[in-house]
């Protein structure tokens, strides 16, 4: 920091950003180091190589597994599109009656553990599935929705497009009205309209989350296994590493390949978007332009955003269903039903809830924290490295869960913690830490993106009536993010929730256990099929009002403050 | 949240409490006991429900891990352990942990358990590790797929290489699950190294699918997302007491092993796991086995008289698991290199291995009835394809080439060449080129026909 | 008024350059403004004028060289340690707090006892005549509305000096005179040290006691308004303040006197004395100071001919562009109903007199 620098007082934002550096510096880059450095160590000596590598790229189930994670992870982003769009165009341009239903239940697949979604969907859609077994006795075919890829793409795309789903609506949402109706006066209309304006100002949005849900589905270990996948990358690097007996490298390797791909993803929406960032909030600006539709266009758009949801939800469905029946095998409804695998699960398995609340919401509050604090940082400070802190917390977004979970272990196994004595790998904070650090790329991109859009002016002004840099963040600052907070911290709660890639390796006994440690637990025995689901439906409950209730703080907020925001941001 | 603290507080007053208390009650038990166990939570929490009824002032953690996770975690852990035992099925998992030295020697008190079930011995004769149930490998069935496909009842594991069953059966992978390991090499060993292999790639090629973990079989079956599943039998049992539509069999050509429990080295509560050993032997431990969502085949005789009709006694039936004697040595030695082996012939390259399979039994299925030596040859010239193995059976058990296939790296002393993925390279261009060759082979023989 | 501010102060600007990255943004700027006064930084866009404001506020990078505020330098002190209250061009009014809440920040940032807040509050609320709206939020302001609270919010903490950055530029041209006079009678009122940042050379020539010239971070000119009119140091100020015609050339020394010969020719006798010969030198003078009249008419001064190349009614005068040869003259002439104007293509004599031709210094 420059001399400078600390005369202006920033002696502040530079020890938080120290203390935010040394977090992610142990708690995420030396892990994961810890774990690459293996890829490059020949398995026999030890020394520093690259053959691991060669061997990699020289074997034809590995590249044949490249090929497939690309596809996979591409047609998820299609099919994610192709959800996404009519939802998030529809709830914001038209006036729209339970938009906001509409758009939590969007994000709700989001909210539920992509293995759990899987076997619902197994029984809905799979070969010997529900809508099988009908199509097969009415029509005498059978369609191969969960067939090999098919099944991978289908449960991906699902679980994933809500990320382009928020997204898109966020864009959609702050294109000015100005915007369409210059177009409009200039001779462009409907789809024209939408191609030529509307899609490329929302752009930004868009490729932020599809981008997104790329990483994510190529990163996914727990869907395909669930389906018994196994030539995809993510999957056997798991299998490689989890496996006893197996000590190759090549999981790390394929572990370091993971994380090149993700970053290369990453850094491709990077470009796509650089420069593209309209501010497009006019000053006096008339807001968003929402059109009435006609009756019959309401009932059209209606009837696509009803097949969509169905589809989209149709694992809660078939959660909700095999929560409640007795035996379901081979038949397109359980055979009877019952209220007892709820009973068992609560009168069991409280622990479990409680414990996922408290893991959740510790880990969403760290990252709003440190989310404010970087974004701080870096738009409002120009302390050095502040832009590397940026960099690293956004990084974690390309680290898959297990590479995660194996560097947790692999090096704060050997601390123990003062006075409770026992290694900080098994101990329940280590979870909090972990979910935290998977889940701040979230927080900080929301975060950011509510400080972009707040003046300096706003900041300067409080100051120049004698208010320090600290009470300026704590009455200003603070206070005007706070739609963006929320939105990160419900986002960061929501899938901290139901995270299982690394807390099945870092759970340690069953009382520090989580909701979709449980669920998977359940899943593990015949008579704990039904307890599971009951689990699992309870977690998206829990997780599902929080959502709701958060988005109305938001709207309200929203509701109160945009016309200033507007001339705010306009200046 | 208040439970966390209080946890903390607790401990740290526990301590206190410890160390004032420890000279009064020499002989009590801790106050905790940790387990890693690959076993579910309805096996799990009703033997906890039971061992702590009988000691109230023990808490019984469960940690659940699979069979080959669970390893990994005792192997990452040891050099600052806090694991008392380890619970789990595959006696060959608890001679890898002996062999790494990750076990403590226990001698059981409790009196009445034989020596032997089936062909195999209860206990490590070395005293690492004690039996307390027997499994044995069998097939389950979902009885409406099997009814709604019209397909026949499976007998025996040569039934389930029938073209009848094609797409229709579901196995986990040895290297991913410690019970199916055990169910390949028993074939292995009961029919010698070509003639196992041969058969399992037979049934492999009638796999609709290769589990991730080995209740996913159970599950598939279940479900009926497949029909059959070669399963451990406490999967079928369970399922089929849970109300499932679903039946399982032994096997002849099976073997009963016994599940196992053992002392982890340096457990921080070994008086609490001595007696979790000695209630689990107990009469009172071993009821709790015929639970129906347990359904295990105790190892103390007597304890069948409590249990229902139809259940199996091995101690009676002695068809069940006596055939095959398994050589645990043997199985020990090769435990990696045949793990490595299914993967890469069955389990990454099921597609190809099916579409070989398929070629076959179609031109077998042109055959039937009519006499061509040509195509006949053609036919078993690709079945002998499909069934050949890249490497021998004293290959397989040779120490230096198990090494390279080692989970630890090796003393810089120690001499290996080779890399893992080099080999199964090697083994994967193989097997692919093989599968391809008999597929064109099958069909070159069913356009003679 | 009890809000009255006692403590207007001093600020000095000594040698104050200032560098964003390696751009210079300001070069050696030396100023002082007295207490009380109502001064002006004028300049166009990029000339360095909101950067010098926000430098005596404390925003922006740390300059090199001093500010004092009365006899405290400032120069390194914090925006909230320096007791300078800075009116926004957006006027950032916080969205999120109502108008008292607005007003009342500095003063519990300040510590004041909270007994006293709200009498304070009401107090400057009342003086921007918004009492009735103070538990409005800022979205349910009207533009002028929000600027009262702006500047409400600011001298409630009797700042010793105010700041206005552009205070008018975002009103309709109406509003923007009553709100002018408005702040005009504040200041008088308060006593304030006051210091605007304008872009309108007629705006701050309304409004200030003396005004500072900047360009391109450098300061051209400080004076009152009337004298950088009439005595530019340099073409810039010429230019800016004003309509100017400038005319390069070279002074010479004739037998009556300096004269100014220009490079087109036209040769103009300079009244006064000190006009040191040689040197290229540019002579300036208004449009008004011109005289015009019909061809063959007669004009005081050197007459020079033309033909009228353009025309614009401005309401109270006719500004003609006149072609001399190669070179255009701006030439005002007054206007009364019924007077008559020359059109675009007449022949006209213009009358030009040396005493109304400033030389600029080189």
């Known amino acids: 920091m420059s001399l400078e620098a600390m005369a202006r007082g920033q002696w502040g934002p530079a020890a938080v950003g120290l203390i935010v550096g040394l977090f992610l510096l142990a708690f995420l880059v030396v892990p994961v180091v810890n774990v690459i450095y293996v890829a490059f160590q020949d398995p026999n000596t030890g020394a520093l190589t690259l053959i691991n590598f060669v061997d990699f790229f020289r074997n034809s189930l590995f590249q044949e597994s490249a090929i497939n994670s690309i596809y996979v992870a591409l047609m998820a982003v299609v099919l994610a599109s192709i959800f996404a769009l009519p939802l998030s165009y529809f709830t914001t341009r038209f006036h729209f009656g339970g938009a906001i239903l509409i758009q939590t239940l969007g994000v709700l697949p989001l909210i539920m553990p992509p293995f759990v979604g899987a076997v619902a969907m197994l029984l809905l859609l799979g070969e010997n599935g529900s809508v099988n077994l009908l199509l097969d006795e009415w029509f005498g075919f059978t369609i191969p929705f969960m067939e090999g890829l098919n099944g991978v793409i289908l449960v991906e795309s699902i679980h994933y497009f809500p990320f382009i789903l928020m997204n898109l609506s966020a864009s959609l949402n702050s294109i000015d009205r100005s915007m369409e109706e210059s177009a409009q006066n200039l001779g462009a209309s409907g789809v024209r309209l939408f191609r030529r304006i509307v899609f490329p100002l929302a752009m930004p949005g868009y490729v932020a989350g599809a981008s997104l849900v790329f990483l994510k589905v190529f990163d996914d270990i727990g869907t395909p296994l669930l389906l018994n996948i196994n030539n995809m990358l993510a999957p056997q690097a798991y299998l490689r590493i989890a496996s006893i007996g197996i000590s190759d490298p090549m999981g790390y390797v394929i572990s370091v390949i993971l994380v090149i791909f993700s970053l290369l993803a990453l850094w491709i929406s990077f470009l796509a978007l650089r420069g593209k960032d309209y501010a497009t909030v006019q000053k006096g600006g008339g807001g968003l332009m929402k059109r009435d539709l006609r009756p019959w266009e309401k009932a059209g758009c209606y009837g696509v955003v009803i097949f969509i949801l169905l589809l989209v939800l149709s694992p809660h469905f078939g959660l909700a269903i095999l929560s409640l029946g007795t035996v379901w095998s081979f038949s397109v409804l359980p055979d009877a039903y019952t209220f007892s695998h709820y009973m068992r699960v609560v009168s069991e398995s409280s622990e479990f809830i409680t414990n996922t609340l408290l893991y959740a919401g510790l880990a969403a509050g760290i990252d709003v924290l440190f989310g404010t604090a970087i974004a701080y940082i870096v738009l409002r400070t120009n302390l050095i490295g502040r832009k590397w802190l940026d960099y690293a917390a956004m990084g974690a977004v390309a680290i898959p869960g297990v590479v995660l979970g194996i560097g947790y272990l692999r090096t704060f196994y050997a601390f123990n913690v003062p006075i409770i004595d026992k290694p900080l790998a098994s101990w329940w904070v280590i979870i909090v830490v972990a979910l935290a650090i998977r889940r701040l790329p979230y927080a900080l991109r929301a975060c950011v993106a509510a400080l972009q859009q707040l003046s300096v002016m706003l900041e300067e002004a409080a100051e120049n009536l004698g208010a320090t840099k600290g009470r300026t963040i704590y009455r200003v600052v603070v206070p005007l993010m706070s739609g963006g907070i929320v939105a990160g911290f419900v986002t960061s709660f929501a899938t901290a929730a139901v995270e299982l890639s690394t807390t099945i390796m870092l759970v340690s006994q069953e009382s520090d256990a989580p909701l979709a440690f449980g669920i998977y637990e359940f899943m593990q025995s015949a008579a704990g099929r039904g307890p599971g689901a009951a689990l699992g439906i309870i977690a998206v409950l829990i997780v599902g009002i929080a959502t709701y209730v958060s988005h109305r703080i938001i709207q309200r907020k929203e509701t109160q403050q945009t016309p200033d925001m507007a001339i705010v941001a306009g200046v | 949240m208040t439970m966390k603290k209080t946890t903390l507080f607790a401990v740290a007053f526990g301590l206190a409490l410890a160390v004032l208390a420890a000279p009064l009650g020499a002989v009590a038990l801790e106050k905790k006991l940790v387990i890693v166990t690959s076993y579910p939570p309805d096996t799990t929490t009703t033997v906890k429900k039971a061992f702590e009824k009988k000691h109230p002032g023990v808490k019984v953690e469960m940690l659940k891990k699979k069979t080959t996770a669970g390893i990994k975690y005792l192997q990452e852990t040891a050099s600052n352990n806090r694991s008392d035992m380890f619970w789990a099925s595959a006696p060959d998992a608890f001679e890898v942990l002996k062999g790494d030295n990750l076990l403590q020697k226990y001698k059981v008190k409790i009196k009445g358990i034989p020596k032997k079930v089936g062909a195999f011995p209860i206990n490590d004769p070395e005293g690492y590790y004690k039996g307390f149930a027997a499994s044995g490998y069998g097939i389950m069935w979902n009885t409406r797929y099997l009814k709604a496909k019209k397909l026949p009842e499976p007998k025996t594991w040569a039934d389930l290489a029938k073209p009848v069953y094609h797409g229709h059966v579901g196995m986990s992978a040895p290297s991913r699950s410690g019970t199916t390991h055990l169910t390949v090499e028993t074939l292995l060993q009961g029919k010698g190294w070509e003639k196992g292999w041969a058969e399992w790639k037979a049934i492999a090629g009638n796999f609709k699918t290769v589990t991730e973990r080995s209740f996913g079989v159970p599950d598939g079956v279940n479900s009926g997302q497949f029909g059959l599943g070669i399963v451990i039998d406490f999967f079928g049992l369970s399922s089929e007491a849970s109300g499932f539509p679903v039946k399982f069999i032994y096997p002849p050509v099976t073997t009963l092993v016994p599940a196992n429990i053992a002392i982890v080295k340096n457990a921080p509560h070994p008086k609490a796991a001595a007696a979790f050993i000695e209630f689990l032997l107990s009469p009172g431990g071993q009821e709790v086995l015929l639970d129906k969502k347990i359904r295990r085949l105790p190892v103390n005789p007597a304890t069948y008289a409590k249990a229902p009709a139809d259940f199996p006694n091995p101690f009676k039936d002695k068809s069940i698991g006596a055939a095959v004697k398994f050589d645990l040595q043997l199985s020990k030695n090769r435990y990696n290199v045949i793990n490595s082996l299914f993967d890469v012939m069955v389990t990454y390259r099921l597609s190809d291995l099916r579409a070989a399979t398929k070629a076959i039994q179609a031109a077998e299925a042109q055959m039937s009835g009519k006499k061509n030596m040509a195509a006949s040859k053609l036919i078993d010239e690709a079945k002998a394809l499909v069934a050949k193995v890249p490497i021998t059976a004293a290959q397989a058990s040779k120490k230096e080439f198990n090494a390279i296939f080692k989970k630890k790296r090796k003393k810089a002393t120690t001499k290996v060449t080779g890399r893992q993925a080099e080999i199964e390279r090697e083994w994967d261009a193989q097997v692919k080129a093989n599968y391809a060759k008999a597929r064109a082979l099958a069909e070159k023989a069913a356009s003679m026909l | 008024m009890s809000m009255a501010s006692q403590n207007a102060a001093s600020v000095v600007i000594e040698q104050l350059s200032l560098a964003y990255d390696t751009t210079d943004v300001l070069k050696d700027v030396n100023l002082r403004i007295e207490p009380g006064e109502l001064f002006t930084f004028l300049g166009p866009s990029g000339s360095g004028k909101s950067t010098l404001l926000r430098a005596v506020a404390g925003f922006g990078p740390t300059p090199r060289g001093r500010i004092l505020i009365g006899e405290d330098d400032v120069t390194r002190l914090p ?166 015609n400038l005319m390069e050339g070279r002074v010479e020394t004739g037998d009556d006197g300096a004269r100014f010969a220009a490079a087109n020719g036209i040769v103009l006798p300079l009244a006064g004395e000190s006009h040191p010969a040689g040197g290229e030198r540019t002579a300036v003078f208004r449009p008004q100071d011109v005289a015009i009249a019909a061809s063959g008419e007669t004009v005081p001064g050197i007459v020079l001919t033309g033909r009228v190349q353009h025309r614009e009614f401005l309401g109270n005068l006719l500004r003609y562009s006149v072609a001399i040869g190669e070179d255009i003259l701006l030439v005002d002439d007054t206007h009364h109903p019924g007077r008559r104007a020359f059109a675009v293509g007449d022949e006209v004599v213009v009358g030009l007199r040396g005493e109304q031709v400033r030389i600029l210094e080189p």
């Open chain 3, 79 to 244: 925006p909230w340690r320096r007791n300078v209250g800075m009116v926004f061009q957006s006027y950032a009014l916080w969205p999120h707090m109502t108008v008292r809440r607005n007003v009342a920040f500095g003063l519990e940032e300040r510590r004041t006892p909270s007994a006293e807040i709200p009498k304070r509050v009401d107090a400057a609320l009342d003086m921007v005549g918004l009492l009735e709206l103070s538990e409005r939020r800022p979205s349910q302001l009207s533009g002028g509305q929000q600027q009262r609270v702006a500047l409400a919010r600011t001298i409630v903490v009797e700042p010793r000096v105010l700041l206005l950055d552009e205070p008018l530029s975002n009103l309709d041209a109406n509003l923007r005179v009553q709100m002018r006079r408005e702040i005009l009678d504040l200041q008088r009122e308060l006593a304030l040290t006051t210091i605007f940042v304008i872009h309108d050379q007629e705006e701050a020539n309304t409004i200030s006691d003396r005004i500072a010239v900047l360009d391109e971070g450098v300061l051209q000119q400080v004076g009152m308004p009337m004298e950088l009119y009439d005595e530019p140091v340099n073409r810039f100020v010429a230019h800016f303040l004003g309509t100017a």
